[in-house]
């Protein structure tokens, strides 16, 4: 039986591409996260230092793992939210689960921008091989960025607590149903290895993310 070909080259060319895009979509997703819940009054992100644009402040050792295995699915350190400095609990946490998505959302439209500069850059025109060589990884870091925002945004609009989509949700439910609806979340990993495992999670997630991607590069 023949031993499986990996192409360590190819594979490192893959995460350097995927670096930039995924460390900004992270980054700008928890900060999004934890600038809502400042301007609703909550200095907890603030006063643990993660109102910051380095990334390492928000790494996460499996969720960059799980990014070099599947190179595009991972995930960062939860900013922390304390909900009892808002007037409204609930309310206050939809705005603050909303903003983490509506960040990636923002960048995919700024990467589709970029995307399209770089294909005009192109033009047709037969261009140089060092020319090439510098827009040729632009262009795939910033198509990259598109799908990777779309995905992470996506995701985390599931309705599974913790995920930012449980915190929606919950505004809109009956308040005698909010603590066993949230309660779920001790559970909510698992929900989410269960459907990755079965290929759930991508049936889930792949139609919407191919259809803004077309509407956003094409």
Request: proline share 7%; with cysteine.
């Amino acid at each position: 039986m023949p031993m499986p070909h990996f192409d360590i080259a190819q594979i490192i060319r893959e995460i350097a591409l995927l670096a930039v895009p995924f460390l900004l979509a992270i980054t700008c997703h928890e900060v999004a996260h934890g600038y809502m819940a400042y301007r609703l009054g909550d200095p907890t992100a603030k006063l643990a230092g993660r109102l910051t644009l380095n990334p390492l402040k928000h790494l996460d050792v499996l969720g960059t793992l799980v990014l070099v295995v599947t190179r595009m699915i991972g995930w960062a350190k939860p900013v922390p939210v304390d909900s009892r400095y808002f007037r409204d609990p609930l309310k206050g946490m939809m705005y603050v689960s909303l903003a983490g998505p509506g960040a990636n959302f923002a960048l995919a439209i700024i990467f589709a921008l970029l995307y399209h500069g770089i294909m005009a850059a192109f033009g047709g025109r037969l261009l140089s091989e060092v020319a090439y060589m510098i827009l040729e990884p632009l262009r795939q870091i910033f198509m990259l960025g598109v799908q990777i925002n779309l995905v992470l945004g996506l995701f985390n609009l599931l309705p599974i607590p913790p995920m930012d989509g449980s915190g929606i949700l919950a505004y809109f439910l009956p308040r005698t149903a909010v603590a066993q609806y949230l309660a779920v979340g001790r559970y909510g990993f698992l929900v989410i290895i269960l459907l990755a495992a079965t290929g759930m999670l991508g049936k889930l997630l792949w139609p919407p993310v191919a259809f803004f991607m077309k509407m956003l590069l094409f």
